[in-house]
């Protein structure tokens, strides 16, 4: 007689790529509880979610715009996970991104766009650098926990923007808390005309595929892999850890901030407190859903992109609270967690 | 006499702000001494503050929201328990899960319940107590919340069960040696859980204060970061229960210090102020460095076997 016992081994490698696809339904399974508290069939509010934003050509672009950031905070959240180092300040080197892009753009009076996209490139990358550098120095240099220091450098940083735009940065024509304009020679071009689509989604494009082949097909990414793998194992291998690691930090910082930069060049055009509203969070979910991998990510920060979108869309349509989207959003996040464990496992045939 | 005045209102205000953060960080005390990091915590006590709000709201008893409240942190506690201690997911992104699916259902179900008016809804909080008759100068510092004066005697409380009860010593064996624990007998997945319960009902209590005693609304910035400032505080306090008491109380003095002088008319970058506690815990992290009494295990899923 065949019988099937359950072992504690490594599951095979499908199952990684499979547990993501799994957690879809079983969040949407969860989450229809929430929908039908409030009287409204899940059904239909699957539909408004998934379906209706890809319908027209206008709101499946607008998933698109809405991915563009989240590709960026999912990608160097993604990269600092596989190299060990626990960024959880995506979200504050985003804002450090999206001032210093803020202060390239207001500095600069009436560039052409070749020499003004390319400084707010590098404004935004230096200001997430910069932001994520404290933690990083902290942890390789005296063994600070990063995970408690960048979730701080999060709150300090919303501080921060708050006193620009209440004081120095204050628009003085509208006296809203928001900064003034920045150059037109700064601004992002549109990709397609009269939508929100903007270049950002090229950087982001380029930025999943260079991580891609620094993680795979540089020593540099071996490196840091083994370190993500086990940090006695790097150091006993005779990788420079620290200096690595240190690197890693601070390129993660540098490609959030480049999502800062993305919304003021691309989308406001000035700095606001809310230019984030929790996508270097959702950065973490990404990162997760997208088993860290590079096209993995791509794939999850367009299935958040759609659910940010459809969450507007559904609330329209349905009446529900936008807030569905958050739920949605962290209740696949911990399905897909738990379902991780299957990994650990794998049937065998006893004779 | 003027500058009386002001100490005074100054030491009130301090109590006040200091109360949540109280509750928050001997949660999180409880959590991390048992050898889980809880990053839970800012959505719990959000969950808390909407909770508390809704059941009193819904019921007319204050006393009965903060019930509610206390039910929905210790559920918080348990889903935290459930991947973090059972599962053995990684406790900072389980943890930031479970405060961004907290806040998520909060804010949803605060929409369902109270629709999209344009008048806030409220209730009627609790009073404060009457200790010294109104006309008595120090009657703003003895005339706090009821809530206020039970967080204060919570402190030695739990520094009592952490410190000197089997209970305490258990869940401080499985903080520092889940291994020997285990040897030794102990079930280490069910004190860590009973340790994640405990800390997600004093989470949302201090977030319900916000809501039950202090504003009698609930907004959706109501919790503006306060579970992170705990999070600071624990290293502040090195985790130790009694000096929670200082962390919290240094921490809403620079704060209420900060609105006094703010509405007396000076001007200040009171936005760089609230990121003072922020600052002075990654400094005292820096300085301590490796030194840093955390508990040995923390962060470390124990799995079994």
Known sequence: MKKFRIERAPAPGWMRTLIPIIAIPVTFIITSIVIMLDGANPFTAYYHFLIAPLATKSSAIEVLVKSTPLLLTGAAVAFAFKGGYWNIGAEGQLYAGAIAATFVGTTLVNVPPILGIPAMIIGGFAGGLLWALPSALLKVKLGVDEVVTTLLMNSIVLNVTSYLLNGPWRNPVSMWPQSPEIDPGTVFPQLLPRTRLHFGIIVALAVILISWFVINRTSFGLKMRAIGLSKEGARFAGIKVDKTMLTVALVSGGIAGLAGAGEVAGIHFHLIDAISDGLGYSGIIIATLGGLHPFGVSLAALFIGLIDTGAQTVSRAMGLPIYLGDVVQSTLLLVTLGLFVLQNFRFRRVE | ?305
């Open chain 2, 1 to 305: 006499m003027e500058i009386g005045l002001f100490i005074v209102g100054l030491i009130a205000a301090t109590l006040r702000v200091a109360t949540p953060l109280i509750y928050g960080t001997l949660g999180e005390l409880f959590s991390e001494r048992s050898g889980v990091l809880n990053l839970g915590i800012e959505g719990t006590m959000f969950l808390g503050a909407f909770a508390g709000f809704a059941v009193a709201a819904k019921t007319g008893s204050l006393w009965l929201g903060l019930l509610g409240a206390i039910v929905a942190g210790v559920l918080a506690g348990l889903l935290m328990s459930l991947l973090s201690v059972r599962l053995g997911v990684n406790q900072h992104v389980s943890g930031l899960g479970i405060t961004l699916l907290a806040t998520g259902i909060s804010l949803y179900l605060f929409r369902v319940i109270f629709g999209e008016s344009n008048v806030p809804p409220a209730i009627e909080p609790f009073p404060m107590l009457q200790i010294l008759p109104e006309s008595n100068v120090l009657a703003p510092i003895t005339n706090q919340y009821l809530l206020t004066y039970i967080g204060i005697l919570i402190i030695p409380l739990v520094w009592w069960i952490i410190g000197k009860t089997r209970f305490g010593l258990k869940i401080r064996a499985v903080g520092e040696n889940p291994e020997a624990a285990d040897a030794a007998g102990l079930n280490v997945y069910a004190l860590r859980t009973y340790a994640l319960m405990i800390a997600g009902g004093l989470m949302a209590v201090g977030g319900a204060f916000l809501t039950l005693a202090q504003l009698g609304s609930f907004t959706f910035g109501i919790v503006a970061g306060r579970g992170w400032v705990c999070i600071a505080l624990i290293i502040f306090a090195n985790w130790q229960s009694v000096n929670v008491l200082w962390g919290a109380l240094i921490f809403g003095g620079v704060q209420a210090l900060q609105l006094r002088l703010q509405t007396l008319g000076f001007k200040l970058p009171y936005e760089l102020f609230l990121s003072l506690p922020y600052v002075v815990t990654i400094i005292a992290l820096t300085i301590a460095g490796r030194n840093a009494s955390a508990p040995s295990a923390l962060l470390k899923a124990y799995r079994r076997e």
